[in-house]
C-alpha cells in the first residue's frame, strides 16, 4: 500500500506510543483525583501542557485540551460567539474546513448572526480589502484558516492580523493542517486550534490556544476542567502522546518540508507528463509542501479514487470529515473553479514515511489508470455514436 494522505491523519510515530503506553497501562487514575493514582496522572497531563506552550510559544493556561480539531474549532466559534451575545457578526470564507464552516453556519441560521463570507481568489487566497472594509462594531469574531487542508494554499495570516488589529476585533485560526508544516506564530492571532493525528500523534486529542485575558463559553455542561473552559476528564494517554508528538514533528519540521516539497514536485512532474490535460490547484499560490490538487479533467472523482484505491495507492478528494462521499470540493468550488474541475479533483497529500519509491510507483499507477479510463471513455464515445 502506497500511503499518500497524510493530511487526513498521519501514522503514530514511535516516540508518541511509547509516551502514551504508562498511561494505558499503570497509570490509569483520574487526574482530578486527590489521591496518588490521580496525582500521578495529573502530572503527566501538566508536564504535557508544559511541552506543548513552550513548543507553541504560549503560556501553559492559554491551552485548552479538547478531542480534536473538531472540537477546538466548535469551542472557539460557538465559544466566542456565546461570550460576546451583544455581537452579532461573523466573517469567514467558504473555503474553511467544515468544522468552522458548519459552525458559522449554524450560527448564521439558527442563532440570528449576520455572516460575511469572504471570497478568495482563484488560487483560494482571501480578500484582503473585502476583509478590512467587512469588519463592523458589532463583528464578534474573524475566524481563517492558516493553511488549507484540501489545496495546502497558506493564506497571508500576517496580513490578516494587522487589519483584526487595527479594528480591534478577535482572529481565530484553524492551524491543524499546517502545525508542523510551517511555522507558528501566536502573536498574530487570539486562538488556534490544533489536531494531534495530524502531526504523528494519536486520535482524539487536540488543543485549543486561547489568548489570555480572553474569556469564552464552554459549549458542553459538567465538571470544572481546563480552568472551567471544557468539561470532562482529561485523555491522559493521548495527552501525553501529543505532547512527544509535537517535540518530534517541530525537530524535523525543515528538513521534512524539503524532502516533501522535492517530491511533490517530483509527482506532479510524473503526472503532467503522462497526462498533459492534468492541472494544479492552488499552484500560484505558496503552499504546504506536502500538498498536492489535481483536477483529472474528463474522469471523475470517486472513480479515480476507485482505480487508485485498487491500485493500492490511497489518496482523497478532499477532507476526510465528509463520511466516505465523494462530491464536488466545496473548497475548489468557491475558489470559482469550473464544477468539471472540481469534481475531477484528487488531493495527494505526502509525510514522513513518504519515499521516492512511492511517489515512482504511485506516478506510474496514475499514468496506467489514466490511459485505462482514457481508452473505456474512447471506446463508450464510438459505441455512442454507432
Request: charged share 20%; with cysteine; aromatic share 6%.
Amino acid at each position: 500500500m502506497i500511503y499518500l494522505d497524510y493530511n487526513a491523519t498521519t501514522t503514530l510515530c514511535d516516540d508518541a506510543r511509547e509516551a502514551m503506553l504508562p498511561y494505558l497501562e499503570r497509570h490509569f487514575g483520574n487526574p482530578s483525583s486527590v489521591h496518588a493514582a490521580g496525582r500521578e496522572t495529573r502530572v503527566a497531563v501538566d508536564d504535557a501542557r508544559d511541552k506543548l506552550a513552550a513548543i507553541l510559544r504560549a503560556k501553559p493556561h492559554e491551552l485548552i485540551f479538547t478531542s480534536g480539531g473538531t472540537e477546538s474549532n466548535n469551542l472557539a466559534v460557538l465559544g466566542f460567539a456565546r461570550c460576546r451575545s451583544s455581537k452579532k457578526h461573523l466573517i469567514s470564507c467558504r473555503t474553511e474546513h467544515h468544522a468552522v464552516f458548519n459552525a458559522i453556519e449554524y450560527l448564521e441560521k439558527r442563532a440570528g448572526f449576520a455572516v460575511t463570507w469572504l471570497n478568495v481568489s482563484q488560487d483560494g487566497i482571501v480578500d484582503l480589502g473585502q476583509l478590512a472594509d467587512s469588519i463592523r462594531d458589532d463583528t464578534a469574531l474573524v475566524s481563517i484558516m492558516a493553511a488549507n487542508n484540501e489545496t495546502g494554499v497558506i493564506q497571508p495570516l500576517p496580513e490578516i492580523s494587522e487589519i483584526c488589529r487595527a479594528k480591534d476585533v478577535l482572529l481565530h485560526s484553524d492551524m491543524v493542517q499546517s502545525f508542523g508544516k510551517i511555522n507558528v506564530n501566536l502573536s498574530l492571532v487570539d486562538a488556534a486550534s490544533f489536531a494531534a493525528h495530524k502531526f504523528y500523534g494519536p486520535k482524539g486529542a487536540g488543543l485549543l490556544f486561547l489568548r489570555s485575558g480572553l474569556s469564552i463559553q464552554p459549549i458542553m455542561f459538567g465538571g470544572a476542567h481546563e480552568n472551567e473552559r471544557r468539561p470532562g476528564t482529561e485523555n491522559v494517554a493521548a495527552i501525553a502522546g501529543m505532547a512527544v508528538a509535537a517535540e518530534f514533528v517541530t525537530a524535523t519540521q525543515q528538513v521534512e518540508q524539503d524532502r516533501q516539497l522535492h517530491l511533490r514536485k517530483d509527482l506532479w512532474k510524473q503526472i503532467a507528463r503522462s497526462f498533459p490535460a492534468a492541472e494544479q490547484n492552488g499552484d500560484t499560490a505558496e503552499r504546504l509542501a506536502n500538498t498536492l490538487n489535481v483536477s483529472f479533467s474528463g474522469f471523475d472523482s470517486e472513480t479515480m479514487l476507485m482505480a487508485l484505491d485498487l491500485a493500492g495507492v490511497c489518496a482523497s478528494s478532499g477532507s476526510a470529515c465528509m463520511v466516505g462521499s465523494v462530491v464536488a470540493s466545496h473548497v475548489l468550488l468557491a475558489m470559482g473553479l469550473p464544477m468539471e474541475r472540481a469534481s475531477s479533483a484528487i488531493r495527494f497529500s505526502l509525510g514522513q514515511g513518504t519515499t521516492v519509491q512511492e511517489i515512482d510507483e504511485a506516478a506510474s499507477a496514475i499514468a496506467r489508470i489514466v490511459e485505462r479510463l482514457s481508452t473505456l471513455k474512447e471506446k463508450s464515445g464510438a459505441y455512442a455514436a454507432a
